[in-house]
């Protein structure tokens, strides 16, 4: 099983505070097909610090790069670091990162070239790589590297990556191994590459014979009599072309499932959101949970029951009065416990539900608010709460964060018979509200309304 640890995030001068830190970085320019972010995002793979550095975006683009604290007389390791960093980057978002080249020094520059081949597009605003796996294995490393090279090749020499894409099957099998695989895996296949499939067999060819003589020895040989790929001949160039599809299927499938490196969107499916409070549960506990049981006690809850939660939007801090707020089972349905989350002063609720059935947690929002009861809201309460809300509404990520252990993120809410509205915008309208004296119990209605 490969290991898809939490990947802590910084941005903006957070980011800035890290490269003045110390001496001694790397910085290695990249081709990227994957939405590089615009400004420069700190990221901590692996017990290592890159920082993807922005390209600013608009008429004054500038080419992307990867820096990574780099000692004296250690810049193979470095660059090797950076390289396997690349790798799964490209793989978890589904493109390709490829390094083109590096310069070291006391300071992280910047470094790339206009004239390096790139289909970079800009990202969001924060840029979001968490979860990305872990690679123990020399074997998948090696496999993740053709396939990057593959990938970056595929628009530029199509022969080269077509022999990128074998080296990923070729360097994880000895021969008869490789050619049973390839086999029993070319029905797997979909899209133009199942296709393409067909399109051989009908011509009545052994299409893993075909993919080995016609293709790969093809590129990398040119013997005297045998099969080549004539750079000068376009009927070589379109069957190298057309077969591409099929050898890039089975690189890519062959680290899906035989190496089980997911990439982003298989984690989404996959990964159980849960899982960081499972240390908390008695076993019985959490087995019977995930059966899909209901709770009869909160005492089977564990150490779980009264513990303290933040409660934030990615990436940012948990505001104060959303820091350590005494989380409290309210609730059970089959395989779910609804949490109840409320501030010291008892002017901030927030509502849970916990799957752990399916390894999902939800934001209850519509049960969630700010109430007056004892008098003690303030505007901070009321500006924080109204910005979650509008932030939730608008697919902000939640994160909720015991001490000790990962953050815990919910599921993205999607709005139905919501006009979602700009949440700074519902800030100053709530405050405003607030002033005028229509008090906390107030605030929650007024925002919801506004919301509708």
Known sequence: MIDTP????????????????????????VASSIPWPQDDVWVLYDNHEYVLRGTNGGEDKRPPC??????????????????????????????HVDVTGYVSGSRPVLYGSRDTFTTTLDGGKYFNCNYMPIINDDRIRKALAFLREGRRLRYVHEPYSFLSFFKVVESQFSSKERIAWIHDNLDQLDGDARKRVAELRAQGLDVGKHLYDSGRCAVAHASLDGVIVDPDIPADRRRIADDLDVMAGLASRYLKVEAGVPDDIELYKSRDRTLPWHVLLPARTLEALQAGGTLRYMSALGQLQENRVSVRLWPHDAPECMRKMRL???????????????????????????????????????????TDQFGEVIEEDIEHYTRYFHSVVGNALVELCIDGLDPVSCEILIPVNIIPQAPEKMVALALEQFRKGKGGSAANSEQQQHAE
Request: aromatic share 14%; with cysteine; glycine share 12%.
């Open 6 to 29: 939490y990947v802590p995030h910084l941005f903006g001068e957070a980011v800035q505070e890290k490269l003045k830190s110390r001496f001694g970085w790397l910085t290695a320019g």
């Open 66 to 95: 990867i820096s990574t604290p780099c000692a004296q007389g250690e810049v193979d390791a470095a660059t090797t670091r950076v390289y396997l960093f690349a790798s799964v980057l490209g793989w978890f978002k589904g493109g």
């Open 328 to 370: 409290a089972a309210e609730g059970y349905s089959p395989g779910v416990v609804m949490f109840l989350v409320v501030n010291d002063r008892e002017t901030v609720f927030l509502r849970f539900a916990m799957d752990f059935a399916n390894g999902r947690v939800h934001t209850m929002l519509e049960d969630g608010g700010v």
